[in-house]
């Protein structure tokens, strides 16, 4: 089997399975949302990392796995001691994702956003695939749903500057940020591919997820 053809999206018949999965914009809409991290069979919407164009291409990703739901008692942003943190798998998560950035990227540096949140500075980190800059717009909203719809416009202004014709930009985040920007509720590790057209709702064109080994 080529390279090319290790990472063509595929029907899903073991979750244990880690190749990356791409799902094309026109099939979202058709299945419900537990599908979404299977691709069709239909070569009509299969495709390679070699064929998404890396050009204004920006990826919403939520952070790679890390055990527990929200924060514990003692959180502390400044202390990843305090803090739900990645576990092996989803380190593993976050490298095999980096792998298939590379590609998609073409050899252009990815601009890496992060949310302050530990687990989420360590996805971007792991990934390899720019340098690491934080962002506060991307930080969890979970416990604190009254600052939804002020972080969320900032977000928005944060995408609408970014260039239709610029190098990737990662953006690592929460499953709360991904939800309330585009109606996606990810997956650990699952990123939403956005294009960016000028305005702070990018065009939503696929998802991808790669699994690390459990």
Not at 12 to 34: C, K, Q, S, Y
Request: hydrophobic share 40%; with cysteine.
């Amino acid at each position: 089997m080529s390279q090319r053809d290790q990472y063509r999206c595929r029907p899903v018949t073991n979750r244990r399975d880690p190749m990356p999965r791409i799902v094309r914009r026109g099939f979202l809409a058709a299945i419900p949302a537990v599908i979404l991290i299977a691709c069709t069979a239909s070569p009509g919407w299969a495709t390679t990392p070699d064929k998404v164009d890396p050009k204004g291409l920006i990826l919403l990703m939520r952070h790679a796995e890390a055990p527990g739901v929200g924060d514990p008692p003692n959180f502390n942003l400044r202390d990843c001691a305090t803090q739900r943190n990645l576990d092996a798998n989803g380190r593993e998560q976050a490298r095999r994702t980096g792998d298939l950035l590379r590609r998609i990227a073409a050899g252009r540096l990815a601009a890496v956003h992060s949310s302050q949140w530990c687990r989420c500075l360590e996805t971007a980190r792991l990934l390899d695939v720019g340098p690491v800059q934080e962002l506060p717009a991307l930080n969890s909203f979970f416990e604190r749903r009254e600052e939804q719809e002020a972080q969320i416009a900032t977000l928005r202004r944060f995408l609408a500057g970014l260039p239709a014709d610029g190098a990737p930009v990662v953006l690592v985040t929460h499953q709360v940020v991904v939800t309330a920007l585009t109606g996606v509720f990810p997956a650990s590790a699952e990123a939403v591919l956005l294009r960016a057209n000028g305005t702070g709702a990018p065009a939503v064109e696929g998802r991808i997820q790669v699994e690390g080994p459990e």
